[in-house]
């Protein structure tokens, strides 16, 4: 007998004008993920300095062993931090100024040469341009230059660039020519001392480290 009291209770509530109020559906919210630091910079580079980046733990470990294999040992040691791969700090970003640069590169260029070859000081200079701080290698016939982005990674921030040769004034922008396109990764590694690890370089070694040191005497602003 209930199920027809229920009905005849319809009933008579539909003659009277009532309404049954209609079950709420709740829809999910859908929000678009939020852009981290890694996409900004990743939306930049091009799909071969991605590669090089994404493999720097690979060059590291290659470039140091074709180096110790080739009897540098001693020669990596005296470097100190600076070819440790493991000895990044928190806040990378450099001071804006002058800094006395050097380069060492490891890994035998195109299978020939030394596996280890460490060169003279040269200058480079960091300064800001927008909201972004940009290095360039300020003597010599090979310069780079480039702009450095955040990464997701606290330790370290990305480099993007490419070469200026010759008695050229300035580098070309990123991307205007691939054979001079350059990728790396910027790290703080002690106080007042940072590098520049490009993996994979144009010249054919595993990597370049570039060590950055601020110079005793910076140019008035």
Known sequence: MRPIRSLVLLSAL???GCVLPAKKVVRPV???SPQTKADIWQGVANPADLNRIRRVATGWASGLAEARAAGFRDSIRGEGKLLDPDVALPRPAPTPGSYSCRVVTLGKKGGKGPAFEKFKPF???V???GPLFTIVKQTGSQRPAGRLWEDDSPNRLIVLGSLA???EEEARAYGDDPKRDMAGVFERIAPFRWRLVIPYPVSGAKLDV???TPVA???KE
Do not use: D, H, R
């Open 14 to 16: 539909a003659a009277a």
């Open 30 to 32: 859908v929000t678009a």
């Open 123 to 125: 200058y480079c200079y």
């Open 127 to 129: 300064e800001v341009e």
């Open 165 to 167: 040769l010759g008695n």
């Open 210 to 212: 570039f060590e950055l």
């Open 217 to 219: 005497e910076q140019p």
